[in-house]
């Protein structure tokens, strides 16, 4: 069987089409579950040292080594069993060490993986082990081998549960799927970003189970989502605001015929932006952003809870001479799971902002009593750098159109946004804007062309 991934940014969901109705798969309750994944960090257990022959000969050789040091300092011979007490507390030492390199390479922990919302608390909750949120957003990335096999393996994790979620749910085997793609993933490589984030969608894929994958364009399937809600022929405009990307497709569609996409255009940039830009604006200088001498990049790799390299710069600083209380806060905000917990604090803000004028935030994590507030006037200047870019491309979309559109559709989570809407309606004067399921657009999109 076939079915259609939504393998999104922030949240990923799938379906397919059954006796001609559309059955979203559940994942608990829920239609669409956190694109986040947990897995335990496996301690090596010193208790599991044992001497193989092959270690013993290591001792053999630092105890030879250092009779020879004896010898040349000229100095009396130590009693044997205290050089090799000696040499196997070096040995020890060194295979513990050889055991975490490997352990942390390792995709062995991932047979305990949690996903979602399950994925984020467990993390918050044990304070240990590793916490993977939206790797969609690093698929575009330079990577090392090491990194990228990572995240292939991740990957892999996320669409073998949903396969088997899905397998489980309809009683007969998945094997394919149309996975949804953005027209321009989020890449430090320009167009070979592009590349790499497909061969790792399926190479991930490939270890997930499925016999064979197809790609579509995320506003090409929300195009298809809206194809069958219109008796008349028409063209139009699709707008899909995600977590990670902003996508526009031009299509013809309704009216009983096939849809036709003509053209696509898109912009690596979505709902985590607004995040990072509420972080760095309203949360960032009560950590002393502008006015402690911390260089400004930190904040912004504090903020980038979606990169690993940035967040690992971060936890490596060290704020022991920052003046108080941001060397406090700093150091606070370096610990397990703080990172994720203040983007979480900004993301709710963000969402409290787009339905009423302010929002507060409590930072008990990082110290009683510190709060944020926060206005509709702080999230205009935050989003300004978003919004505006999306209305360059939507801009773009309507002079690259040989003529006006019938109406608009909109989807994608950041749709919701009033102020984002406002931006959709100036960019497109006097043209209708029909809202769809701003969640569930592309999956029921995916899920039909996933029947042909
Ligand atoms: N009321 C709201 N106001 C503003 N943003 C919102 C609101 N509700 C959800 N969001 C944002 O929507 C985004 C998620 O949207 P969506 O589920 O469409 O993304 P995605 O499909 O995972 O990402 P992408 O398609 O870019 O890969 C998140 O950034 C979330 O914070
Ligand atoms: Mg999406």
Same mark, same amino acid.
């Given at each position: 069987?076939?079915?259609?991934?939504?393998?999104?940014?922030?949240?990923?969901?799938?379906?397919?089409?059954?006796?001609?109705?559309?059955?979203?798969?559940? #994942?608990?309750? *829920?239609?669409?579950?956190?694109?986040?994944?947990?897995?335990?960090?496996?301690?090596?257990?010193?208790?599991?040292?044992?001497?193989?022959?092959?270690?013993?000969? /290591?001792?053999?050789?630092?105890?030879?080594?250092?009779?020879?040091?004896?010898?040349?300092?000229?100095?009396?011979?130590?009693?044997?069993?205290?050089?090799?007490?000696?040499?196997?507390?070096?040995?020890?030492?060194?295979?513990?060490? @050889?055991? !975490?390199?490997?352990?942390? *390479?390792?995709?062995?922990?991932?047979?305990?993986?949690? #996903?979602?919302?399950?994925?984020?608390?467990?993390?918050?909750?044990?304070?240990?082990?590793?916490?993977?949120?939206?790797?969609?957003?690093?698929?575009?990335?330079?990577?090392?081998?090491?990194?990228?096999?990572?995240?292939?393996?991740?990957?892999?994790?996320?669409? @073998?549960?949903?396969?088997?979620?899905?397998?489980? /749910?309809?009683?007969?085997?998945?094997?394919?799927?149309?996975?949804?793609?953005?027209?321009e993933f989020?890449s430090?490589m320009g167009p070979a970003g592009g590349d790499?984030?497909?061969?790792?969608?399926? @190479?991930?894929?490939?270890?997930?189970? #499925?016999?064979?994958?197809?790609?579509?364009? @995320?506003?090409?399937?929300?195009?298809?989502?809206?194809?069958?809600?219109? /008796?008349?022929?028409?063209?139009?405009?699709?707008?899909?605001?995600?977590?990670?990307?902003?996508?526009?497709?031009?299509?013809?569609?309704?009216?009983?015929?096939?849809?036709?996409?003509?053209?696509?255009?898109?912009?690596?940039?979505?709902?985590?932006?607004?995040?990072?830009?509420?972080?760095?604006?309203?949360?960032?200088?009560?950590?002393?952003?502008? !006015?402690?001498?911390?260089?400004?990049?930190?904040?912004?790799?504090?903020?980038?809870?979606?990169?690993?390299?940035?967040?690992?710069?971060?936890?490596?600083?060290?704020?022991?001479?920052?003046?108080?209380?941001?060397?406090?806060?700093?150091?606070?905000?370096?610990?397990?799971?703080?990172?994720?917990?203040?983007?979480?604090? *900004?993301?709710?803000?963000?969402?409290?902002?787009?339905?009423?004028?302010?929002?507060?935030?409590?930072?008990? #994590?990082?110290?009683?009593?510190?709060?944020?507030?926060?206005?509709?006037?702080?999230?205009?200047?935050?989003?300004?750098?978003?919004?505006?870019?999306?209305?360059?491309?939507?801009?773009?979309?309507?002079?690259?159109?040989?003529?006006?559109?019938?109406?608009?559709?909109? !989807?994608?989570?950041?749709?919701?946004?009033?102020?984002? /809407?406002?931006?959709?309606?100036?960019?497109?004067?006097?043209?209708?804007?029909?809202?769809?399921?701003?969640?569930?657009?592309?999956?029921?999109?995916?899920?039909?062309?996933?029947?042909?």
């Amino acid at each position: 069987m076939r079915i259609g991934i939504d393998f999104g940014t922030s949240y990923s969901a799938a379906a397919a089409i059954i006796d001609g109705e559309l059955k979203l798969v559940r #994942f608990g309750e *829920a239609r669409q579950f956190r694109t986040a994944v947990f897995f335990p960090e496996v301690v090596p257990n010193v208790e599991d040292f044992v001497l193989t022959p092959v270690l013993e000969a /290591q001792v053999e050789s630092i105890i030879r080594a250092s009779r020879a040091d004896e010898r040349a300092a000229g100095l009396s011979p130590r009693p044997e069993v205290q050089l090799h007490r000696e040499a196997v507390r070096i040995v020890r030492r060194q295979w513990m060490e @050889e055991q !975490t390199r490997a352990a942390s *390479a390792s995709v062995a922990s991932f047979q305990d993986a949690l #996903f979602g919302e399950d994925a984020v608390d467990a993390y918050l909750e044990e304070g240990t082990g590793n916490l993977i949120e939206s790797p969609k957003s690093m698929f575009g990335y330079k990577l090392d081998p090491r990194v990228r096999k990572t995240i292939v393996s991740i990957a892999a994790h996320i669409l @073998e549960h949903i396969r088997l979620t899905a397998t489980q /749910q309809f009683g007969v085997p998945v094997r394919e799927a149309v996975i949804g793609r953005p027209v321009e993933f989020r890449s430090s490589m320009g167009p070979a970003g592009g590349d790499q984030a497909l061969g790792i969608l399926r @190479e991930a894929a490939d270890i997930a189970g #499925f016999d064979g994958v197809s790609f579509l364009e @995320e506003p090409a399937a929300a195009a298809m989502a809206y194809h069958m809600q219109l /008796q008349e022929r028409q063209r139009a405009i699709i707008v899909d605001i995600g977590g990670g990307t902003t996508d526009v497709a031009y299509a013809e569609l309704g009216g009983g015929l096939e849809p036709q996409v003509h053209r696509s255009w898109g912009l690596p940039r979505g709902g985590t932006d607004l995040d990072v830009g509420i972080s760095l604006y309203s949360f960032m200088p009560h950590f002393g952003k502008d !006015t402690s001498g911390v260089p400004v990049h930190h904040f912004v790799e504090a903020a980038s809870v979606h990169n690993l390299p940035k967040q690992r710069e971060f936890r490596k600083q060290d704020y022991r001479q920052v003046d108080e209380p941001f060397g406090s806060r700093l150091r606070a905000l370096q610990s397990t799971g703080a990172t994720t917990r203040l983007n979480q604090s *900004a993301e709710r803000v963000k969402i409290e902002l787009s339905a009423g004028p302010r929002a507060c935030a409590a930072l008990d #994590f990082i110290e009683a009593d510190l709060a944020v507030e926060a206005t509709d006037a702080d999230f205009k200047v935050a989003s300004e750098d978003f919004l505006d870019r999306m209305q360059r491309l939507l801009e773009q979309t309507r002079s690259d159109l040989p003529e006006a559109p019938g109406s608009i559709f909109l !989807t994608g989570g950041t749709s919701r946004s009033p102020q984002v /809407q406002e931006r959709v309606r100036m960019s497109f004067p006097g043209i209708d804007v029909v809202h769809g399921d701003p969640s569930l657009g592309v999956v029921s999109g995916l899920a039909r062309a996933a029947i042909s």
